[in-house]
């Protein structure tokens, strides 16, 4: 069994190991077919390159939803999904790949976002008029800073991202094999 890809793993090994409780939860192919999605997008939709985890896909995937996290926006699934179609990437790790930021931790992102390009550019802090007046009075009076930092965030992230999902992926398929071949001696 080849350790680097996991497409060659069949679906009942990838789901009786710990990481296949989690897959379990996303959507399948078969599940999709015949979908009201799958009637408006037609079968590329489910083409086995977008679904079957590869080192590569799940690379791309996972940074694809990396960088549109990033981007304060909302509805931010629906771009990732889209990359992640226009580029072979796995379409579960893009959508996925976007809750890295979510309700919770955006504001702090944002005001991270804002701080890095005013730092970039050199630009006076705005923290002060965040604080008083909000994020939209900040945006009207200096939206380079803010632009700059998202820019240059969801790069670094994206890459960031794509590295961490090959580390990932190799080492849940080693535990995969691993696990397996642990079930096969008993």
């Given at each position: 069994?080849?350790?680097?890809?996991?497409?060659?793993?069949?679906?009942?090994?990838?789901?009786?190991?710990?990481?296949?409780?989690?897959?379990?939860?996303i959507?399948?192919?078969?599940?999709?077919?015949?979908?009201?999605?799958?009637?408006?997008?037609?079968?590329?939709?489910?083409?086995s390159?977008?679904?079957?985890?590869?080192?590569?896909?799940?690379?791309?995937?996972?940074?694809?939803?990396?960088?549109?996290?990033?981007?304060?926006?909302?509805?931010?699934?629906?771009?990732?999904?889209?990359?992640?179609?226009?580029?072979?990437?796995?379409?579960?790790?893009?959508?996925?790949?976007?809750?890295?930021?979510?309700?919770?931790?955006?504001?702090?992102v944002?005001?991270?976002?804002?701080?890095?390009?005013?730092?970039?550019?050199?630009?006076?802090?705005?923290?002060?008029?965040?604080?008083?007046?909000?994020?939209?009075?900040?945006?009207?009076?200096?939206?380079?800073?803010?632009?700059?930092?998202?820019?240059?965030?969801?790069?670094?992230?994206?890459?960031?991202?794509?590295?961490?999902?090959?580390?990932?992926?190799?080492?849940?398929?080693?535990?995969?094999?691993?696990?397996?071949?642990?079930?096969?001696?008993i």
């Open positions: 069994m080849n350790e680097e890809t996991g497409a060659q793993l069949s679906p009942s090994i990838w789901r009786r190991t710990p990481i296949g409780k989690w897959l379990r939860r959507p399948r192919k078969k599940q999709l077919q015949g979908s009201w999605l799958h009637k408006k997008l037609g079968d590329k939709l489910l083409r390159e977008y679904w079957e985890p590869s080192k590569a896909s799940v690379s791309k995937g996972f940074a694809i939803g990396s960088f549109w996290a990033m981007i304060p926006m909302p509805w931010q699934m629906i771009p990732s999904g889209i990359c992640a179609v226009i580029f072979r990437a796995n379409v579960p790790l893009a959508l996925l790949g976007v809750w890295v930021t979510n309700p919770i931790t955006h504001p702090f944002m005001v991270f976002q804002l701080m890095l390009g005013e730092w970039l550019l050199g630009a006076p802090s705005s923290l002060s008029v965040l604080r008083e007046e909000g994020m939209i009075a900040v945006l009207k009076h200096a939206p380079a800073p803010f632009l700059t930092g998202v820019l240059v965030s969801a790069v670094i992230w994206t890459i960031v991202g794509y590295f961490l999902a090959r580390f990932c992926y190799g080492a849940a398929i080693k535990m995969i094999v691993k696990s397996y071949e642990k079930q096969r001696k």
